[in-house]
Structure formats: C-alpha cells, structure tokens
C-alpha cells in the first residue's frame, strides 16, 4: 500500500504563515506530478497549486505570489510554503500526488490538513 499524509496545518493570523507536507509513504520509486487542493464547508474542492513531473508549476489565481509548492525527490516529500495569509485561505488542504509505484503510477489523495486563518 503506498499513500500520501499530510502535515503542518494549525491556526494562524492573518497575515502569517504555514508550510505545508506531503510525504509518501510505502516503498515508491518516486512522485510525479503533484498538487494541493483545499475545500472549505459548502464549497467545492479547488485547485491551489500544482506541479508537473517536468516542475512546471499552476497557482489559482488567488494564491499566485502568495504560495509556493516544491518537492524534494530525495525525501519523497512535497511542500505548501503559504505566506501572507487571509481569513479566505482557512480550509482543509489536501495534497494529491501521483506515485511511481513497482513500474505503475498510483494516484493518492491524503487525507487533509485544517488551516485557519484568524485573528
């Protein structure tokens, strides 16, 4: 079984940040394309950054110069560095990753991390 976790949301105030962590878990060969999605009550699942396995990257709109998605091959870890925060990025964030798994791709979704963003 192979499968992402995330880490590293909390309460914040506006203004302020968090970063945020995928790791892999299971014995992957590595992660391909990569993304963080957030979905707070009533709303439905968005897209906030993305990544290609080329490292391309996507931002919403909303989050451009704001947020910055990395990974680190070597660690099997993705990372959400969320600055400058607002009251409208409180949400759960999930990461979502496609892992090179025995020669297979296996697309995973964790299963969330809270991020409140309140004074």
């Known amino acids: 079984q192979v499968h992402v976790v995330e880490s590293g949301g909390g309460l914040v105030q506006p203004g302020g940040s968090l970063r945020l962590s995928c790791a892999a878990s299971?014995?992957?060969?590595?992660?391909?394309?990569v993304g963080w999605y957030r979905q707070s009550p009533g709303k439905q699942r968005e897209l906030v950054a993305r990544m290609s396995s080329a490292r391309s990257t996507h931002y919403a709109d909303s989050v451009k110069g704001r947020f910055t998605i990395s990974k680190d091959n070597a660690k099997n870890t993705v990372s959400l560095q969320m600055n400058s925060l607002k009251p409208e990025d409180s949400a759960v964030y999930h990461c979502?990753?496609?892992?090179?798994?025995?020669?297979?791709?296996?697309?995973?979704w964790g299963q969330g991390t809270q991020v409140t963003v309140s004074a």
């Open positions: 299971g014995s992957i060969f590595g992660i391909d394309a």
């Open positions: 979502n990753a496609d892992l090179i798994y025995r020669g297979t791709m296996v697309t995973s």
